[in-house]
């Protein structure tokens, strides 16, 4: 072996060494950035914690003058809107995708694909603006009293729906999540279905089954992990949306009623509004415990997904 092989070969191997060590660090960088930042939020959070316990979670007062805290109307307000979202987000975005990769025109496909994306780019205090300003008088003049009438006489149902019309409120709120989240879950979708072997959907057709019979036993069964991702994206990003939900919801710390009518609140939308203007420490703690719960429900909401796509590989 030259002495010119020889360098270079030790040079590679001293490379690999560096390469590998960067990498390395690079994974165990996130694990600690992640650890910092739990821990960070439970030793900020701390006098809240020692104050209020876990009745915390369950107390819906939030009176920040007599320093009483509840995270209850902020949490029923964050699940209750992303429920609404994923409802109404999840069957658009299905028909979007099916539209795109089944039924569409060659012509059209590209553009209207190229459209729902760009959807995605829009800023979402973009979203809450028009939200405020636009979609909350139309739906308070024209959606909400109907809906009111139309479920006037439909026991348990009609308690979701009663009340004042304001605009805003709980389900304007999912609403404007709803057409945020639809671009996300749409793209996934999209992109998933497209995955499906031609070969299948092609012999499929050639015995006689339906497009809809296409897509239920032969595309969703050999896509569904990645549908299911799709959702659990949209989710994450309904969880975590702050300046939309801001302007539509409410900003109010009141559960005295189910309507989702009624003005409410959520996590981000709390922090969002007071984390500047908090005058004493456990006002402070009381909000970056707030950030916490949002942390574990994300946290929660990605590992179950993780579990059940995990059984659903299976």
Not at 20 to 27: F, P
């Amino acid at each position: 072996m030259s002495r010119q092989t020889h360098y270079a070969s030790k040079f590679s191997a001293h490379f690999d060494r560096l390469f590998g060590l960067l990498v390395k660090g690079s994974a165990y960088f996130v694990l600690l950035l992640l650890g910092g930042i739990i821990v960070s939020l439970i030793i900020a959070s701390m006098p809240s914690i020692k104050e209020f316990g876990l009745k915390f979670l369950w107390t819906k007062e939030w009176n920040a003058p007599m320093d009483q805290f509840g995270a209850l109307v902020p949490i029923y307000g964050t699940l209750v809107t992303s429920i609404i979202a994923l409802l109404i987000a999840v069957p658009v975005s299905f028909g979007i995708a099916l539209f795109l990769t089944e039924l569409a025109p060659n012509w059209i496909k590209k553009p209207l694909g190229i459209a729902i994306e760009l959807l995605a780019a829009i800023p979402s205090i973009v979203y809450g603006m028009w939200g405020l300003f636009v979609f909350a008088p139309f739906f308070a003049d024209h959606l909400q009293e109907p809906l009111t009438r139309l479920t006037a006489n439909i026991p348990l149902i009609n308690k979701l729906f009663e009340g004042p019309a304001f605009g805003i409120g709980l389900l304007s709120a999912g609403i404007i999540l709803a057409i945020m989240i639809i671009p996300y879950i749409a793209s996934v979708m999209r992109d998933v279905f497209e995955r499906t072997p031609q070969m299948m959907k092609e012999s499929a057709y050639g015995l006689g089954a339906t497009t809809w019979e296409v897509v239920w036993h032969i595309i969703l069964p050999h896509t569904r992990k990645g549908v299911f991702g799709g959702i659990m994206l949209g989710l994450g990003r309904a969880l975590g949306e702050t300046m939309a939900v801001t302007f539509v919801i409410g900003n109010t710390y009141q559960l005295d009623s189910l309507s989702l009518f009624m003005p409410g609140n959520s996590i981000t939308s709390a922090l969002a509004n007071e984390f500047a203007e908090a005058s004493s420490e456990l006002h402070t703690a009381a909000l970056i415990e707030l950030g916490l719960l949002l942390f574990i429900i994300t946290f929660i909401v990605l590992t179950l997904s993780k579990l059940i796509m995990n059984r659903k590989a299976y």
